[in-house]
């Protein structure tokens, strides 16, 4: 009993180390200017990361974090929020923070596709920009609150996808994959020579509006200037919170079972008597419809959309950050989407070279480390009782 | 009468580079069961080897067109065939055992260092280059349809490279080695065939064809861009895909379909519907696409291959 007691305390107090360290990192360096710093930064990470495997501390804080999953959850938002008021006037770096957060968003809802039910989606950055495109008309065209937009921007997105709900249920593999490239690069050149939704020069996005409160102004609290981006970090915040919390709970749950035997084995889901097409379909429109709330947010915050901002390049950033994490494990988006979306911006000597280091290093991540950074692991669903 | 033969003529030209391109995916698909999305960047690297070369006889005082062109044909497919091959060897074959989503994502990025390499180091490679034209320019005029001689060249070229490679498939030893592979590649390894040398050499050629719709394509605009890759790749990709993966006549047909897409979606779009732009045809084209691949999930011209359950 006191043994188990010893347990529940050691693995709150690895917790909260490890969040510790984590966030004094992330600040560090978030924080650091000179590119030698950046640089002698990110070796320590590898380091920490190599001796950390050596020494079993990284199995210790997973296995921390299995035995008080609540626990981890809100350690990881106190650590964002931490970071949040390091930062709180420092426009680029919340811009940052923000652009994970909405990125991840995204993320999972392919990692809904492709981890749980194995539907290729290509077209990620189409519907993230079908999000932002209908905020940016609704916003402009109509009177309704910007709350309901972002939400009304997701089903949009999700009603879109929906028309490519035939062709992919009927292809599988390769076939399935050229069905949503073809619509991302549909949807690219539509936007292009669409002259009411602006043309290649594109559309203003009118800002968050909340209770009465202008998400694109800076607001004063306590006599401190806050950047406007921190509003915007917070509503990241709680939309990707609850995108992975939603996903987390799908996998653990029945649902989440149906759509990973659909995934592995089509043939033993159906004699099981799984409903192939219902799953598929289910995960297909929750991952559109993730991806366009977190297009809408992203074009609220940026201000200013365009159709060389949903490209296919850009979809292939989501699904290299979907790929990276571990396919089908939301924990693992976030660093993903750290070192696809921040690494490059930090290492400015790079700048000019970013797109060609970010393939390569996707592509020895893929030779190396088939499984992503963080792989997925098999579920414990009675993991409490052997602890 | 002119008008509708100068689109004829143009969907035929399309069509062939697609073709070619699509020959390529399906060659690859057919041998190791994977896709190489790299390939359009492929052939933009082709096209700027071959543009190098023919800068490099120029600067030799060497100014005969003919000589020129086969320099520039010569270092595009050699240059191509080699890294065509070294893919296959430093980042396929690894990979061949791995989910078919991480070879796509792999040969994708792939693709996108060979095109941000081209732009960063290709001397002033951002901006597009013109393509010399070394083709003699002079015009046939049958009725009121103006035949320009660079482009019957080209037409007629790449029915040859295509005839040729299909010959050397159905025909030859090495053709036969490749069918073998692509029908089962243990079986192909117990019977005495190098199955990695079938590989290489596969790629090496696929790879080399693609170089070839890479020269045909900057001769008939006069003109490349580091990133013409991405949309020749995908619509090369559509091709085979609409066509039936691993299956030769599919790629050509889906080929010449996806042109016949476009011309048709460029021309009859604004004649039917007034005030909509021509560029509507790439919209038009991936929208028949994506309806034909719900229709015939696995391309018009089905693989043969029945699932083991």
């Known amino acids: 009993m006191s043994d188990i007691k010893l347990k529940t305390n050691s693995a709150k107090l690895v917790l909260a180390l490890a969040t510790i360290l984590v966030t004094a990192y992330m600040w560090l360096f978030l924080h650091a200017e000179s590119q030698l710093a950046i640089g002698a930064l990110i070796v320590l990470a590898l380091v920490l990361v190599i001796v950390g495997k050596k020494l079993g501390t990284t199995q210790r804080i997973e296995q921390a974090a299995a035995s008080r999953p609540g626990l981890a959850r809100i350690w990881m938002v106190l650590g964002l929020l931490a970071l949040v008021a390091a930062f709180y006037d420092s426009h680029f770096v919340l811009m940052m923070i923000c652009a994970v957060l909405l990125y991840s968003t995204a993320c999972m809802g392919l990692t809904l596709q492709f981890g749980f039910v194995g539907v290729a989606n290509f077209a990620g950055a189409a519907f993230f920009g079908i999000g932002s495109y209908t905020t940016a008309v609704l916003a402009t065209h109509t009177g309704l609150p910007q709350l309901a937009n972002i939400a009304i921007s997701g089903v949009v997105a999700a009603i879109i996808g929906s028309v490519l709900i035939l062709p992919v249920l009927r292809t599988r593999g390769h076939y399935a994959a050229l069905v949503t490239i073809a619509f991302g690069i549909l949807f690219k050149t539509f936007i292009e020579v669409n002259d009411v939704l602006g043309g290649p020069q594109g559309l203003q996005v009118p800002g968050m509006q909340l209770f009465g409160h202008a998400f694109n102004e800076g607001f004063t609290l306590f006599g401190i200037e806050f950047s406007f981006y921190v509003s915007y970090v917070l509503l990241s915040l709680v939309i990707c919170a609850g995108a992975f919390v939603l996903v987390k709970a799908l996998e653990r749950s029945w649902v989440g079972l149906s759509m990973d035997v659909v995934r592995t084995d089509e043939t033993a889901a159906a004699t099981f008597g799984l409903h192939i097409a219902r799953w598929k379909v289910i995960a297909f429109t929750m991952g559109n419809l993730f991806a366009g709330i977190a297009g809408s947010v992203y074009g609220m915050m940026v201000g200013f959309i365009a159709p060389n901002n949903f490209t296919f390049s850009d979809s292939l950033l989501l699904v290299s950050i979907a790929i990276l994490g571990g396919l089908g494990n939301p924990v693992g988006l976030i660093p993903a989407a750290i070192i696809v979306l921040m690494l490059p911006e930090k290492l400015q000597f790079i700048q000019e070279y970013r797109v060609l280091l970010y393939a390569a290093l996707v592509i020895a991540i893929l030779l190396f480390r088939p499984e992503g950074l963080l792989p997925r692991k098999t579920r414990l669903f009675f993991s409490r009782k052997d602890a | ?309």
């Open chain 2, 1 to 309: 009468m002119s008008e509708i033969g100068q689109y004829v003529f143009n969907g035929l030209m399309l069509g062939m580079i697609y073709a070619m391109v699509a020959v390529g995916f399906t060659l690859f698909f057919g041998v190791l069961d994977v896709i190489k999305f790299s390939h359009g960047d492929t052939l933009m690297v082709g096209a700027f080897a071959g543009l190098t070369a023919s800068t490099g006889v120029l600067m030799l005082d060497i100014s005969s067109p003919w000589i020129r062109l086969l320099a520039v044909v010569l270092s595009a497919v050699c240059v191509t065939g080699l890294l065509g091959a070294a893919i296959a060897k430093f980042l396929i074959l690894p990979l061949h055992k791995a989910p078919p989503l991480n070879t796509l994502l792999a040969t994708l990025m792939l693709g996108t260092v060979m095109r941000e390499s081209v732009r960063l180091f290709y001397p002033d490679g951002s901006n597009s280059k013109p393509f010399p034209s070394l083709l003699p320019t002079g015009s046939v005029d049958i009725g009121t349809l103006a035949l320009r001689a660079d482009n019957v060249i080209l037409l007629i070229s790449g029915l040859a490279i295509i005839a040729g490679v299909h010959f050397l498939i159905t025909r030859t030893r090495l053709g036969m080695a490749i069918r073998a592979v692509a029908q089962d590649g243990e079986t192909a390894r117990l019977m005495g065939i190098n199955f990695e040398a079938v590989v290489l050499l596969t790629f090496a050629l696929g790879s080399g064809m693609a170089a070839l719709a890479g020269v045909m394509n900057g001769l008939y605009y006069n003109e490349i861009n580091f990133n013409v890759g991405l949309l020749l790749g995908v619509i090369g990709f559509s091709a085979a895909i609409l066509g039936g993966l691993g299956n030769i006549y599919g790629a050509i047909l889906g080929g010449f379909l996806f042109a016949a897409l476009q011309v048709l979606g460029s021309a009859l779009l604004p004649a039917l519907i007034p005030n909509i732009p021509s560029a509507y045809k790439d919209v038009f084209a991936f929208a028949v696409v994506i309806i034909l691949m719900a229709w015939k999930p696995t391309g018009l011209i089905a693989e043969k291959s029945s699932e083991r359950v």
